[in-house]
Every structure is written in structure tokens, then in C-alpha cells.
């Protein structure tokens, strides 16, 4: 079982930077595909950013977001990473942690790929 556990969210400024940090359990963390989503009030949960499993050689990226946030994994400390740069207003959400244990052939935007999440932690962009 797949257990999952965010990090770093809080009450930021427009434009500043922010990071938020996943550790997982359970599963080899090599094998997972890790991605993340958020849900604003009222909104449909969207993906963010996933990366690949093993070596993390593929990401992709929430046109909203591209040039600004970037996914990163560390396989030796079972984390995966959002850096998120310029914030803005509409980047506040709760953000999930969501991982995929089945090492899938799927591609990583395919949002129904990943069966595990975590308990999600609030991003609020606000002056």
C-alpha cells in the first residue's frame, strides 16, 4: 500500500516562490510514476505536473503552468518535489500528492492512472 504524505503549502504573496515536497511508503519509490494535482473550491481536480518512475526522464506539465513550476524526484530520500515560481491568485488550490504503483505503459497526464493519494495541502496566493 502506497502512503503518501505532502508538505509546504502555506499563505504566499503573488509572485513569489513555493515548494512543496511528497514522501512516500511502501512500494520501492523507484517503481512509482508520482504526479501532482490541485482542486480549487468549486473546480474539477486537475493535474499539475507527473513524472516518470526510476529515473524520472519524462514529465509533463499543465500548460498553466509550464515555465514556471518544475517536478523533480529523489529516489534516495522517497520524495517528489513541485518548485513553483511567479505564483499567482489562481494557483491557490489544495494540492495532492497522487502516485502510480502499476508501472503502467499509460501516459502520465492520464489522470486515471494514479490510485494513491495524499491528504493534500492548501496553497493560497494572496496579497
Known amino acids: 500500500q502506497v502512503q503518501l504524505v505532502e508538505s509546504g503549502g502555506g499563505l504566499v504573496q503573488p509572485g513569489v516562490s513555493l515548494r512543496l515536497s511528497c514522501v512516500a511508503s511502501?512500494?520501492?519509490?523507484?517503481?512509482?510514476?508520482m504526479a501532482w494535482f490541485r482542486q480549487a473550491p468549486g473546480r474539477e481536480r486537475e493535474l499539475v505536473a507527473g513524472?516518470?518512475?526510476?529515473?524520472?526522464?519524462?514529465?509533463t506539465y499543465a500548460d498553466s503552468v509550464k515555465g514556471r513550476f518544475t517536478i523533480s524526484r529523489d529516489n534516495a530520500k522517497n520524495t517528489v518535489n513541485l518548485q513553483m515560481n511567479s505564483m499567482k491568485p489562481e494557483n491557490t488550490a489544495v494540492y495532492y500528492c497522487?502516485?502510480?504503483?502499476?508501472?503502467?505503459?499509460?501516459?502520465?497526464?492520464?489522470?486515471?492512472?494514479?490510485?494513491?493519494w495524499g491528504q493534500g495541502t492548501q496553497v493560497t496566493v494572496s496579497s
Open positions: 511502501g512500494p520501492p519509490f523507484g517503481s512509482l510514476a
Open positions: 513524472i516518470s518512475y526510476y529515473h524520472g526522464s519524462t514529465k
Open positions: 497522487e502516485a502510480d504503483d502499476q508501472m503502467t505503459a499509460a501516459p502520465l497526464d492520464f489522470s486515471n492512472r494514479y490510485e494513491h
